[in-house]
Every structure is written in C-alpha cells, then in structure tokens.
C-alpha cells in the first residue's frame, strides 16, 4: 500500500500545483451534473461486455452507483483513500463469488472511456479546451484504475491465501473424523459385536442351579443395554463422517442419513432428488453433506416443524440444495444481527459454502417455516478462479448470510 499512498500525495501535489485545478473542477461538474445517465451507459457496458456475470444487473447496478460517486470524489479532491477502501470492501464481497481480476479492471477502464466519450461529446467542437481536458483527466484517470487494480488484487490474494487454509484446516479436521469415525466402527464396533455374542453363549449356557432365571435375566438387561450403545456408536460414528459419503457418494449417503434422521426425530422427511447422476468433487460433496447434516439439527432443535423437505437437484451451471421445513421459522434479519457466538451453525455453513465458490440463502419468517439453499458452482472447484454465473434472487424475507 506504500506505493499507492505515494501515488496519491503525488496526485494531491499534481492538482494544487497544477494549472489544470479549474478544468478539474469544470470536469467534476460535469460528470457531477451527468450522473444519472453516464452511470446507467456505464452499468449498461458492463452487461454488454460480459463482466461481473456472478452478479445480477441490480447489484451492479448498485455498485456501480457507489464506485461512480466515489471517482468523482477521488478526481475531485485527489485522495484516492475512500475509493481505496470502497475497492477493498468490494473485493471483499465479490471475490468469494468468482469474480476475477480482468473483469474489475475492466469495469474501471469502462468507466474510464464513458468518462472520455463524455468529455468528448461535450468539448469537441473546442478541440483545444478538449485536449488540455483530456490531458488533465487520463493521468488521474489511469492512477485511480491503477489505485482499485492493486486493492483488488492485494485483497484478492489475501482471501486466496485465508481460503486455502480453511480448506486444508476443513480437510485435515474431515480426515481426522473419518479416522475416528472407522476406529468407532471397525474396531470398537467388533469388540461390542464379539462382548454381545459372548453373552449369548453364556445366556445359553447357565442352565441349571437356583440362580439361573436371575442370571438370565440379568444378562438380558446387560445384551439391551449393549444393543443401545452399538446402535449409538454406529449412528454416532456416521455422523462423524458417513462411511458412504466416500464409498458410494453424496445421494446414498443423504439417503440413508434422512431415515436415521427421520426415525430418531419422527418427523416426516421427504427427499427429491435429481435423477442425473452428479460429478461432485470430494470437498463439494462434504460441503453439502455438512449443510444438509447443520440444517437439520436446526430443525429438530428450533423448528418445531412436522415435515421437512430436502431437494437436492441440478441447476444452471451447478448443484442445488435446498431444506424447507414447515416449522415456526424466526426473523433472519435480528438473528443475522445478533453476536456470532450466537449462530455458529449458520456461520459456518456460509463460510464452508464460500470456500467452494458457492452461495447460501436463508428465507425464513416467524409462523412461516425456514429454507435454506445452498448453490455451489459445478464447473469448477478452483478457489476464486472460476467464475460463477450463479445468482439467487433475494427478497425481503431471504438473505445471503
Ligand atoms: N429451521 C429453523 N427453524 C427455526 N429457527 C431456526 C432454524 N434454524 C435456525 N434457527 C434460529 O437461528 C439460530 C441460530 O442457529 P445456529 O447458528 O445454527 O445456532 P444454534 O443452532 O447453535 O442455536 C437458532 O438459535 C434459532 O433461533
Ligand atoms: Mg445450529
């Protein structure tokens, strides 16, 4: 950042020194004075040019309003610090989404050209006045473009960096349940199963004697509780991590998942899924597994709901999963806001969905019954590489957490 901050006191010192001050200020009002339409002609080229596409229109739309007010306040004053710190918060958003490095600087070197072709417009039967205001304008042009460039990609490289060490943490903690989760079941199991037929034998063999209907009956009540804790540790074992997830796959492994599920909470589980078969990377499918594992604990625990419903298909350009209960839902705009220890669960299940590129929606009002979707990308896994074309429509009710 020391560079930029020596390009933009050079800039200061270029603009008081400079003879040019009253043709900036001239060029601030106009753009000042033209804003509505330069910045839809603006927002218009964006589309057409094919950036930004992991955004709806709307959104660049709205971004492109702020970055416009805050190059006319960079070009006005010569600070490039608010657009700086804009650049930064807006990596910071859109970066996860697969946004990549050619399409912001495309959009600043678009929004350099409107400019231009406005200047033009409006000066070029001055051919003189045109050019000394193109000469003042392209040098403080191209600094700013520089200044966003060089936030983005520095913040860009800091989420790549943060990103992949969650998903090495995220991997190494996976193997680590998988490990647990085979010892649980391979060899603690076997010594269960081999203490269970023991008792067996000697629920057998104890005839005889005044005791024996008390042994017996002891050694009954001993084999329950042992089927209990078997049972236990089996369903315990593949919550840690589903033996099936990595055998069979994501489908098989949710299937049998929701039935335990439904069996142990007794509400009724509806599962629809695609009938095409999905290529899905091992992180991808752990991604969802864990979504649609954390989503449904909220159910039992919060939702108070009698029905659930888990879809899990193919959209434009990437899987889709979605769980809709019919429960008491709540106001996700206060439980967004309160402390993060307080929504951890949600938490993680945005931040595991972003490091696949994906995005997750919440839509849920009090008496209305909570969905959440989850949509990840299939094309790639590449961390922010890729670029998605995905986007959820939000409303009032819904929102990206
Ligand atoms: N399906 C749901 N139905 C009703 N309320 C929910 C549901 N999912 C989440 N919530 C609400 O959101 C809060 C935060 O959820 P979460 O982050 O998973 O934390 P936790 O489950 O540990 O409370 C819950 O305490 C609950 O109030
Ligand atoms: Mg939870």
Partial sequence: MKGNSKQSDSYENHLS?????????????HLRLNRASLREEWAGRIHKAGLLTAMSREEVFTEATEIFDNYIQALETGN?????????????????????????????????????????KKYHKNLE????????????????ANTVGVSFVEQRERIIRRQQKAIQILHIQEEERKRISRELHDEIGQVLTAVNTQL????????????????????????KLLVGVIDRMHSFARDLRPA??????????????????????????????????MQLSSEQKTTLFRI?????????KHAQATEVVVTLGLVKGGVQLRIKDNGKGFAVKQQCSAPESKRLGLLGMQERVCLVNGCCTLQSAPGRGTTVTVEIPLASMRAPESTSSLSLERNESSRAY
């Fill in 292 to 300: 649609a594992q954390e989503s449904l604990t909220n159910v039992a």
């Fill in 200 to 223: 067996a034998l000697l629920q057998r063999d104890c005839v005889g004697g005044e005791r024996e209907p008390l042994f017996k009956t002891e050694i009954a009540d001993v084999e």
């Fill in 80 to 120: 490039v610090k608010d657009l700086q710190a804009y650049a930064r918060d807006l990596s910071r958003r859109i970066i996860h989404r697969g946004v990549e490095i050619h399409e912001v600087l495309g959009i600043v070197l678009l929004l350099r050209d409107v400019l231009a072709r406005s200047l033009f």
């Fill in 129 to 144: 006045l045109l050019n000394r205001m193109l000469d003042a304008y392209e040098p403080a042009a191209n600094r700013i």
């Fill in 17 to 29: 020194t400079s003879s040019e001050g009253e043709l900036f200020r001239e060029l601030v009002e």
């Fill in 244 to 277: 099936a997830l990595d055998d069979l796959g994501l489908m098989p492994a949710l299937r049998s998942y929701l039935k335990d599920y439904a069996e142990r909470t007794g509400l009724l589980v509806r599962f629809e899924r695609a009938s095409r078969d």
